[in-house]
């Protein structure tokens, strides 16, 4: 399977998942609607006491308002986490408790870390990243984040900078 083969996969798999994202929040907004019909007659001044009412379940003014709220609030959460990813991957790497690496740290791990990610730099001809140590991971683990290669990072672990060989960062 080629490149271009394996990206129209992967579009057709986005889709997808953006259509289930849509049957998702209709789903938590039918949900809402109906949590909030059956708690409506038993608050307020007027209750009914005597057996259970379901007539809010057919208002239909109850279900645009749930429903519209319910998108509200997906919709600011959905603007507050993109406002949060904007700053691009230095955002992203310190949101997961990353600590940016200094090039000229004294840390033979660290140094080794800088090395080897500059070397594989200049070998892929793109400025070299911001590093950043994850200190309070301790299992071995990477990633990569940013939306180009100007506002790129590297994340590691404190594990995968000390417990791996030089060969083993590089990936050979």
């Not at 940016?100 to 080897?116: F, G, Y």
Request: charged share 20%.
């Amino acid at each position: 399977m080629d490149f271009f083969e394996r990206q129209h996969q992967a579009k057709k798999k986005t889709g997808y998942l953006v259509f289930l994202f849509g049957v998702a929040v209709l789903l938590i907004s039918l949900l809402n609607f109906l949590i909030i019909a059956a708690v409506i007659p038993f608050v307020g001044e007027e209750r009914k006491r005597e057996g259970l009412d379901f007539s809010t379940l057919q208002d239909p003014m109850l279900a645009m308002y749930v429903v519209l709220g319910t998108f509200v609030v997906i919709f600011l959460a959905g603007l507050y986490r993109k406002s949060q990813l904007s700053g691009g991957g230095s955002s992203i790497a310190s949101m997961m408790g990353g600590r940016l690496v200094n090039m000229a740290s004294t840390d033979p791990d660290e140094q080794k870390l800088m090395n080897v990610v500059e070397e594989m730099a200049i070998a892929s001809s793109v400025p070299m990243p911001e590093v950043f140590v994850m200190n309070e991971e301790k299992g071995i683990n990477a990633f990569a984040a940013g939306y180009t290669v100007d506002d790129a990072v590297i994340g590691v672990t404190d594990g995968c900078m000390r417990r791996l060989s030089r060969d083993e960062l590089q990936g050979g």
